[in-house]
């Protein structure tokens, strides 16, 4: 079996990205326009202000994040006989040697696959900073493990599912 190389979606993409432009223009609006939503008015010093500023800020670098990903060419993962080269993980290819498993993970619903990688080869491995950072972070939500997206891939979650179980049976 050949690699399979998966890109990123730019319709997925330009999505994402949009929803996170229209949450930071809503929570800056907020912040700048005091509305009442509901019954309550969003004043000064209230936990609704707070809470758009916090919105503003979570989304407003989202948005900054995302932007770039627009432009971004070539693949984002790669899967073939000698493992996964996922490029927001990883600046090279992680063996299959070295993953004991690879599970689906469901979180409302967003769905994910998780790499349990083995601890004694873990170390060796070419994760990036962030990649660890976020691993040791994800133990609070669920199975420890390297987290692997796929709403801004072209065929979603199924394609990579596909893509991996596919390599791993021939590997």
Not at 106 to 119: K, T
Not at 133 to 138: I, Y
């Amino acid at each position: 079996m050949g690699v399979v190389e998966i890109h990123r979606s730019p319709l997925r993409a330009a999505g994402i990205f949009l929803g996170c432009c229209g949450f930071t223009a809503f929570s800056a609006w907020m912040i700048y326009a005091h509305p009442a939503i509901g019954r309550r008015p969003v004043t000064p010093g209230s936990f609704s202000e707070f809470a758009a500023y916090v919105g503003f800020a979570f989304f407003g670098l989202c948005t900054v994040l995302m932007a770039p990903k627009l432009f971004q060419r070539g693949p984002v993962v790669s899967v073939g006989p000698w493992g996964i080269f996922d490029r927001r993980l990883s600046t090279d290819w992680i063996p299959w040697n070295a993953i004991r498993s690879v599970r689906p993970v469901q979180i409302q619903r967003q769905r994910m696959l998780v790499l349990e990688v083995d601890p004694t080869a873990d170390a060796g491995l070419p994760w990036t900073k962030r990649a660890r950072r976020m691993a040791r972070m994800n133990r609070a939500f669920g199975p420890y493990g390297y987290w692997m997206g796929a709403a801004d891939l072209r065929g979603g979650f199924p394609a990579l599912a596909e893509a991996i179980t596919g390599s791993r049976q021939g590997a």
